[in-house]
């Protein structure tokens, strides 16, 4: 199918670079790294993703580079321009099978930014010019890193304050993603939330569940628990709004149960409705409430509804000498969470005197789609090529030093990782030879050499 063709799954411009390159060039070395960016380190993760779903095996056919010839002429208006030699080359000598190889770091790995995470290289001399047609492809996996990079961060940010005022033991349940809907497609949910369960267990998008089979082995990534929306609670009327919380009661008589609350009044209902018409039955259930407010300005509407709660059903002071709910009582915030939101919700709560293990959050927007490329300032760049000349081929160092940008200056050399005591350092081939190269080789060929599962990814 011309839409599952590797020759036009990359950028237009990309098309005629096989005839820009130095004549003699037989071998094109690039590489990727975060050049900067909002966060200082970066969790490397999703490659093996893109390696399956797009160029393992025999990606290439003579159907398809006849549908892509087709589809290029209209597109340039030059029947002409698109390397058919090179594709058919492929076919021929390859049986389809992509000649380049792929080195990454582990994925789950996480790296300081200006380091190298992984390289390419094509394993063809004739072919020079695949290195960088795959760029469009592999540079997406800017996605599910940085999605990694931000819950990590979360998750981080979520650990201090239990470690300060609670209990840590559940962390992994206490950022869920609320994604699936913000997302800009199901393939993006599948990858984004699969990236967020690298961190945590608690998820709503069940196409990261699948994502997490297919691609990572794992047959059951995340967790969650029954709950309310608006319409399962209005639809009741307003004048039956503790008729609607009772049934929530009976018909989940176990574990856990979340109640969106604020449809009219979150206040009303906390006091009212769930600390006196239904304390008792809430008290007696064999499972713990969660209430969830979804207006207003986050830390004063929890700080009061601490306070209400608090006065209806009590709880205890923890040896850290924070308040914590009753044990049938929780709260989760859902609305307008990002990493800003969590460290000021947290932030106020520890000031008030409240312990983190009151609440756990909920994150959409915030957790798959407020970022960009460069959030962590994603780049692929050529940085070494072979000449040949004569029977005698020779690699020299490529780069780029714009005046105007020194930011945008890039590494010259075949490139590695290598771990100077507990810090990872780039450096080129030729230098500290005593050191392992932290890339492995994970694509040689159209094979996939790892086959990381999402326990050692987790693990890492």
Sequence with gaps: MVEDSIILKTDSYKVSH???????????????????????????????????????????????IQEAEGLLAQHFGDPGLANLQGWRRIVEH???????????????????????LMTVVNTDRELPWLTNYLETLLCQVWYPSTVATLSRVNKRTILRYLEETGDSAGIDFKLHDFGYRGSTSDESAGIGGLAHLVNFRGTDTIAALVTAR???????????????????????????????????????PTGLVAVVSDSYDIYAACGDIWGEELRQEVLD???????????????TVIARMLDILWGRF??????KGYKVLHSKVRIIQGDGIDPAMINLILGSMKAGGWSADNIAFGSGGGLLQKMDRD??????????IEITSGGDAHWRPVM????????????????????????????????????????????RNGELLEDWTLDEVRER
């Design 94 to 116: 390859h049986n389809g099978r992509l000649p380049v190889e792929i080195r990454a770091v582990p994925e789950g790995t996480v790296v300081p930014n200006h380091n190298v």
């Design 400 to 443: 780029k030093r714009p005046v105007t940008d020194d930011g945008k200056a890039s590494k010259g050399g075949q490139l590695k990782l290598v771990r100077v005591g507990e810090d990872f350092q780039t450096c080129q081939y030729a230098e500290l030879r005593h050191l392992d190269n932290e890339l492995v080789p994970v694509f």
């Design 214 to 252: 297919h691609y990572y082995g794992e047959p059951m990534a995340g967790h969650s628990i029954p709950a309310a929306e608006h319409s399962t609670i209005t639809s009741w009327g307003q004048d039956r709004e503790s008729a609607a919380y009772r049934n929530m009661l009976r018909q989940f």
């Design 375 to 384: 959030t962590q300032q994603f780049a692929f760049k050529c940085s070494a």
């Design 18 to 64: 096989y005839r820009q390159y130095p004549p003699d060039a037989t071998k094109v070395f690039s590489y990727y790294e975060s050049r900067g960016g909002l966060y200082p380190e970066t969790l490397f993760f999703g490659l093996q993703y893109i390696l399956k779903r797009h160029l393992v095996g025999e990606v290439v056919t003579s159907h398809k």
């Design 285 to 299: 259930r064999d499972g713990v409430l969660v209430i969830r407010p979804d207006s207003g300005d986050p830390p």
């Design 314 to 319: 009590g709880g205890t002071t923890n040896l």
